[in-house]
């Protein structure tokens, strides 16, 4: 019943324990916005999570996640300075306001291609649910032509996105969670190996880029 309606809970952890202990956790929980703005920027307090759930494991649940651990450690957002300062100055180069601009037509035609296929199902007579059938897989599709994935292999990249997605974001008893995320960070690892190798040795000019289009 909580996980179907939250939300009363979380007015209780507000209203009476906005600094709560989570013993499931093992850490604090802070629930109000004037608690949890100055903790971002506090640099005494740190993004990695991933490390103390490595550490907590024990050796062979730690053999499960061997590839999707160190991964998630290489993720900008768990990590803390200098490191996630260097990162970001990298990904910056990809997010300036020239940048988004140029790249928003892109986005315009995976959004009206996503639409049209929903369209093409409600006329078949199909019950459509919006956040499953079309914003829950319009992130990783836009990510995966922005790292420049070949049109082909977008389904299968957004299959392995959606395998990771619960084990940072589900509750721990998610079923098969742990073993999805961890074959498909190696289906992932050996992919990104193989494109990086490809355009070391050839790399791409910008007439040979194929973008998602009609």
Request: net charge negative; glycine share 4%.
């Amino acid at each position: 019943a909580v996980m179907e309606d939250p939300y009363p809970s979380y007015r209780y952890l507000r209203d009476a324990d906005p600094i709560h202990y989570s013993n499931v956790l093992r850490s604090w929980v802070l629930t109000r916005y004037e608690d949890v703005r100055p903790c971002l920027n506090d640099q005494r307090l740190s993004a990695d999570r991933i490390t103390p759930y490595l550490d907590r494991l024990s050796p062979g649940a730690r053999d499960r996640v061997s590839t999707v651990g160190p991964m998630l450690q290489n993720w900008a957002v768990f990590m803390d300075p200098p490191d996630h300062t260097r990162m970001r100055k990298l990904l910056n180069n990809g997010f300036t306001s020239t940048a988004l601009s140029e790249f928003r037509p892109k986005v315009e035609i995976i959004v009206e291609e996503m639409i049209d296929r929903l369209v093409e199902k409600g006329a078949a007579g199909a019950e459509i649910d919006f956040i499953d059938s079309f914003a829950y897989h319009l992130p990783a599709t836009v990510i995966a032509v922005m790292l420049g994935v070949p049109e082909s292999d977008v389904e299968q990249f957004r299959a392995w996105s959606e395998d990771l997605a619960p084990f940072v974001g589900s509750a721990t008893d998610t079923p098969n969670k742990v073993r999805l995320a961890e074959s498909s960070s190696r289906a992932l690892t050996e992919y990104f190996a193989g494109i990086i190798e490809a355009r070391r040795r050839n790399p791409p000019q910008p007439e040979d880029i194929t973008v998602i289009d009609h």
